[in-house]
């Protein structure tokens, strides 16, 4: 063992895994939110195949607004990208503009999903509605909260976490990795709500 103190594979591949302990860390907690995710969904199927009548998604919810917000995600996905990508480019100042626009399309999904979420509730529709709005509100309120993680990460990495670039920047470019896995998992979770809950 090495006398360096400071922990060891954060920017180097492990040489039994071959990954980074933060790559490692990261899809560790992603199995666990598929698994998370994965038994509200089965929870879904369940209940609509036991229920003698299932309202149609695309009927009594906004489906122009969740098409916006599927692009919305979509296009942050790019940025969450490019930021990553203009690190490894050596390009500082880049990262910082695609990192700000992905935080700002983050938070444009949530402004949106809380027009939605208006609109229902104007109208006296909650989770206690029905078993259909009940799965509703349950799935993309924790997909909301977890839009809403994800902004609070990126904005630390954008501001006072971004000094770690000066100091190790291979370091800081892994953990640029990390948020964006983590963020693609949350657009990918979107995208199986949408058409489950608005389409069919």
């Known amino acids: 063992m090495s006398g360096d103190s400071g922990i060891r594979y954060i920017s180097h591949p492990h040489p039994v895994t071959g990954v980074t302990n933060s ?9 666990s939110e598929v698994m998370l995710f994965g038994g509200l969904f089965s929870a879904y199927i ?3 195949m036991g229920a003698a009548s299932w309202p149609e998604g695309s009927a009594i919810l906004n489906v122009p607004l969740a098409t916006l917000n599927t692009m919305i995600l979509i296009t942050s996905s790019v940025t969450m990208v490019m930021s990553w990508a203009s ?3 050596k390009d500082f100042k880049k990262y910082r503009w695609f990192m700000a626009v992905t935080i700002l399309l983050g938070l444009a999904f949530l402004v949106v999903k809380g027009f939605e979420y208006a609109h229902k509730f ?10 259909f709005y009940a799965i509703y509100f349950t799935l993309t309120g924790l997909h909301g909260l977890h839009v809403l993680g994800g902004i609070l990460v990126n904005t630390y990495f954008l501001f006072p976490g971004s000094a770690l670039w000066k100091k190790d920047p291979d370091q800081f470019m892994g953990r640029i990795e990390a948020a964006g ?11 199986f709500l ?3 809950l608005y389409l069919l």
């Open 23 to 31: 790559k490692l860390g990261i899809w560790c907690f992603l199995a």
């Open 46 to 48: 369940l209940l609509r």
């Open 87 to 89: 690190l490894a480019l």
């Open 122 to 131: 104007e109208h006296h529709h909650t989770p206690s509605t029905n078993t």
């Open 181 to 191: 896995l983590y963020w693609h998992f949350v657009d990918l979770v979107w995208i």
């Open 194 to 196: 949408f058409p489950v």
